[in-house]
């Protein structure tokens, strides 16, 4: 029983296409996120959404576009998409409030090859 | 300069070695402190949690946060070929800022048999 699962887990495209990445979490989590693996392992926030709200949003070019239509789902959508996209985008789920501990759940990630 | 600096490695030991894994930081308004396990094509998983100074031991694992000089260690006793992996360090400011972690960038550890 997978708590955080992303599909597709690869995907290889041309640059200029527009692809899309979804993630389904079952904790019962308000809050998800999409993180951004390059291939020296450094992970970055792009976007977090609290029950279907933004609220951070790095500095992201404006071709990335989250889109939350529930709690439980955090889609990712990528414009016109550019060799510097290649990298593994991992969504992530947490509990928020003055119990929370940071403890992101992590999904297994999709990994974004732009040819 | 990064807000979070990490070796990235690799560091090869022999099983049964006693592992130190380090990050330093600049921003003083960190208090929750975190080590994340990365196995190769998987998403990171939380190892430790640690608020404010202190140690934290969990098994075979302790993390160590030392505030004044914004250093944090996670070490790992008798370790095994399954620790490899990358481990990522991780810090938030709480409160307002949540879970907005700042990662370091990994250090890659290799345990062999």
């Known amino acids: 029983d997978t708590a955080v699962s992303q599909t597709p887990k690869y995907l290889v495209t041309q640059m200029g296409n527009d692809k899309s990445i979804k993630c389904e979490q079952n904790?019962?989590?308000?809050?998800m996120y999409w993180y951004k693996q390059d291939s020296k392992k450094f992970l970055k926030i792009m976007f977090s959404y609290n029950n279907k709200e933004l609220i951070i949003n790095e500095t992201v070019p404006n071709r990335f576009s989250p889109k939350s239509p529930d709690k439980a789902h955090l889609n990712l959508h990528i414009n016109s998409l550019e060799l510097g996209d290649s990298a593994v985008y991992f969504c992530?789920?947490?509990?928020?409030?003055?119990?929370?501990?940071?403890?992101?759940?992590f999904g297994e990630g999709s990994r974004l090859t732009v040819l | 300069q990064k807000e979070v600096e990490q070796d990235p490695g690799p560091l090869s030991v022999p099983e049964g070695a006693i592992v130190s894994l380090n990050c330093t930081y600049s921003n003083s308004a960190f208090q929750y402190f975190m080590w994340y396990r990365q196995y190769s094509r998987k998403g990171p998983e939380l190892l430790m949690y640690t608020y404010s100074s202190g140690n934290k031991e969990d098994g075979r694992f302790t993390a160590q946060v030392d505030k004044s000089s914004k250093y944090i260690s996670l070490f790992i006793r008798d370790s095994q070929p399954s620790d490899s992996a990358t481990y990522l360090c991780?810090?938030?400011?709480?409160?307002?800022?949540?879970?907005?972690?700042?990662f370091g960038g990994g250090t890659r550890l290799m345990v062999k048999p």
């Open positions: 992530a789920s947490s509990e928020t409030g003055t119990m929370n501990t940071g403890e992101l759940f």
């Open positions: 991780a810090m938030s400011a709480g409160g307002n800022a949540g879970n907005m972690l700042t």
């Open positions: 904790l019962g989590h308000d809050t």
